[in-house]
């Protein structure tokens, strides 16, 4: 009886994988902040042009403006990074997928391209026209990735989700092609942010995402004891009383905000949803009540440091922040798949 | 005794019935492939010769063959050598490259995902050459030899990160590499000085617009060496794609399929330097021309098929959509898409179960 007692799931404890966290959550976070102070503090000095430290304070400085410009810049980063950090790690939590990116999954392709269609076709051209068709697009894509993946008797396999979104994203890329092919206004418009960047987009841009990031951001945290119990499976999470679908659609709700709205923001960017949670995990643990919050703080600082690291990287042009991003998330693919490889 | 012999002499007819039965259903599946690869060839020709005689600017088959001859004809003569005929002949020597390049691919690791568009190779291949030419101001057969080191790098890459488990890892492996070989070339773009529409249409989708005839020299020659060494090198194809234990039980060892490989590859590159990534060509002509063969892989026929999908693709691209002029790839990306999601939703994509339902 004693030992029935201590089978049940303590959400508290790491589920499956074992492993502890390796520092407690006060000291963890502590560094995470410490990070993420430090990867903006260099955004703001380091650069084609790098600036002393009296500039960022001092605006009588000759180069306080290029402090400026560069500030935008790194809010834009921090606020995008933290959704597709925290897009990612839902979306691993809810199909129970290590595999799972709002990049590899297809949704930035959904929203890319229902974005496009807007410009090119319904003449969209403001921010406030661009959000609700990203998320429109991002849904869809999402829908559509994981109904066809989930045909055939094994269901949505991890494999069998990533490859339907590799296949949904190509396609889209093609018509997307299509479209930016008959008007090349939007195409030369639409070159830098087809890639992924921070760069450029000014404040107005971040304002008009932000109360969409903020609501997303509050679901996926309520969401962490979803999370939890979803990770048992779906009989043990609907036996200890949780309305599984209801939980699912705020879940789903949420990573259509975070992800569209990053698109939206700064272009499709993939791997960063797949990175930051799984190095997350190792450093703190698999309780989503840590990890989702650890993820919005890793996510904005990889995406600083990697744009950071891209302005300095191959001089004397900018690698963009969308190519700096899968130079660090193809090798962690690749680790993963030969990880999960073996249980397939 | 006697008896003994009346019964041999008695079954004489019927053994000679049998064996004529079985002779017959022995040849049935190699005439039907006769009867498609003459099918397949008409269907090139006829694609070929709309791509070249129709379109937004007609040309008389007379005219054709008098501009062939060397006869100048004002207006024509130029829009046919310059424009029309090179991207025709291109669309063929490309579409033959990609369907056996692809077809090798997906036979010798037996499934049909393992194209090389789908695991990176193309890619591969389009990012060395974008960087050779872009970057290093390269020309002509360096390109071509650009290429084929991208394709390498990318094919081995996969292999030894998939290791011995074939698949569903190699697939993920090639399209986690595929993601890293499209920031390549995205960041080749970003470096020219100049937004080059053309230059990204050529080597992130595929386009077999505005190619020089050198260009097509360098790979028709390639291609007069490799395919005959792919048709001495397929002989086994049909033992090898039983995999690698059943074909070394059989005599035939994992060298060949290696020499495969190596060749599919080779093809793949060669296409990638002339054309681009034509995206899906190498995926969709390896199933296509099994079904058309009854279930029995075919190299030539798949060849032909890639032919015939670039012709009508390119086609299509260039006058079906009024006032636009759509790369090849983009056309062949957009619709082969929806078959890759049809493939994937039709169900079990084990590598031999999938293999044999396409």
């Known amino acids: 009886m004693a030992a029935l007692v201590q089978t049940r799931p303590d959400t508290s404890r790491p589920l499956g ?25 260099l955004s703001l000095l380091v650069g084609a042009r790098w600036v002393p430290v009296e500039a960022v304070w001092d605006s009588t400085h000759p180069l306080h403006p290029i402090v400026e410009v560069r500030f935008e810049r790194t809010m834009l980063g921090f606020a995008v990074g933290a959704a597709l950090g925290l897009a990612g790690a839902l979306m691993q939590g809810l199909t129970r997928n290590p595999l799972a990116d709002p990049g590899i999954l297809g949704v930035n392709a959904g929203a890319t391209f229902a974005m496009v269609i807007g410009m090119t076709v319904f003449g969209a051209s403001a921010m406030g026209q661009f959000l609700p068709l990203a998320f429109v697009g991002a849904a869809a894509a999402a829908l559509l990735v994981h109904a066809i993946a989930s045909l055939g008797r094994d269901g949505a396999t991890p494999m069998k989700l990533a490859i339907t979104g590799a296949a949904l994203s190509a396609g889209l890329a093609s018509w997307t092609t299509g479209l930016l092919l008959a008007d090349r206004k939007t195409m030369e418009s639409f070159r830098f942010w087809q890639v992924g960047t921070i760069g450029g987009r000014g404040f107005d841009v971040l304002l008009a995402g932000l109360p969409f990031l903020v609501v997303g951001a509050v679901l996926a945290l309520a969401g962490a004891r979803l999370l939890n119990t979803l990770a048992l499976g779906e009989d043990l999470a609907r036996g200890l009383g949780r309305r599984t679908t209801r939980d699912r659609l705020v879940i789903a709700l949420a990573i259509v905000l975070l992800a569209g709205t990053a698109t939206a923001l700064a272009g499709p960017i993939a791997f960063v949803g797949l990175v930051v949670p799984h190095v997350v995990r190792t450093l703190v643990g698999p309780d989503y009540a840590r990890v989702l919050p650890f993820s919005m703080l890793g996510g904005a600082a990889l995406i600083v440091v990697a744009d950071t690291i891209g302005r300095i990287v191959l001089p004397p042009s900018e690698v963009q922040v969308g190519i700096m991003a899968a130079a660090v998330g193809v090798p962690v693919f690749i680790v993963l798949v030969r990880r999960t490889g073996r249980a397939l | 005794m006697t008896q003994i012999l009346d019964r041999r002499s008695a079954t004489e007819p019927a053994a000679r019935e049998a064996g004529d039965v079985v002779r017959r259903a022995r040849r049935a599946p190699i005439r039907h492939h006769r009867r498609l690869v003459a099918g397949l060839v008409l269907a090139v020709v006829a694609a070929f010769a709309a791509r070249v005689l129709l379109g937004d600017y007609t040309v008389t088959i007379p005219d054709f063959f008098r501009i062939l001859g060397g006869e100048q004809i004002p207006g024509a003569t130029y829009i046919v050598m310059e424009s029309k005929l090179p991207r025709a002949v291109l669309a063929v020597l490309v579409g033959i490259a990609f369907g056996i390049g692809g077809a090798i691919f997906q036979t010798t690791l037996r499934n049909p995902l393992a ?29 071509s030899l650009a290429a084929v080191g991208g394709a390498l790098a990318v094919a081995l890459a996969v292999r030894s990160i998939a290791g011995d488990h074939g698949g569903f890892r190699l697939i993920l492996a090639g399209i986690g590499l ?9 960041y080749v773009f970003t470096r ?42 397929a002989r086994s194809l049909r033992v090898t794609e039983l995999g690698d234990d059943t074909a070394r039980g059989l005599g035939v060892g994992t060298g060949r399929t290696d020499l495969l490989m190596l060749l599919g590859t080779l093809l793949v590159a060669v296409g990638v330097a002339a054309a681009g990534p034509v995206a899906f060509v190498a995926f969709l002509a390896g199933p296509i021309a099994r079904a058309l063969n009854r279930g029995r892989t075919t190299l030539l ?27 090849v790839g983009v ?28």
Request: no cysteine; net charge neutral.
């Open chain 1, 17 to 41: 994988g074992g492993s502890r966290s390796r520092f407690a959550t006060p000291t963890s976070a502590a560094i995470a902040i410490a990070v993420l102070v430090g990867a903006g503090v």
């Open chain 2, 115 to 143: 194209s090389p568009d789908i695991v990176g190779v193309s890619l591969g291949a389009s990012a060395a050459a974008v960087s050779a030419v872009a970057l290093a101001g390269w020309t002509g057969w360096s390109v």
């Open chain 2, 178 to 186: 595929a993601a890293a070989m499209q920031s390549v070339i995205q």
């Open chain 2, 192 to 233: 020219v000085d100049e937004w080059d529409v053309q230059l990204v249409l050529r080597w992130l989708t595929g386009s077999v617009n505005g190619v020089a005839w050198s260009t097509i020299g360098v790979l028709a020659a390639v291609l007069a060496v490799l395919l005959p060494a792919t048709a001495w090198a």
């Open chain 2, 301 to 327: 026929a798949a060849g032909l098929v890639g032919a015939v999908i670039v012709l009508v693709g390119d086609y299509a691209g260039a006058y079906a959509f009024a006032d636009l002029n759509l790369p």
């Open chain 2, 331 to 358: 056309v062949t990306g957009a619709f082969g898409a929806p078959f890759l999601l049809w493939l994937l939703a039709r169900g079990p994509l084990n590598g031999h179960r999938g293999r044999r339902a396409a």
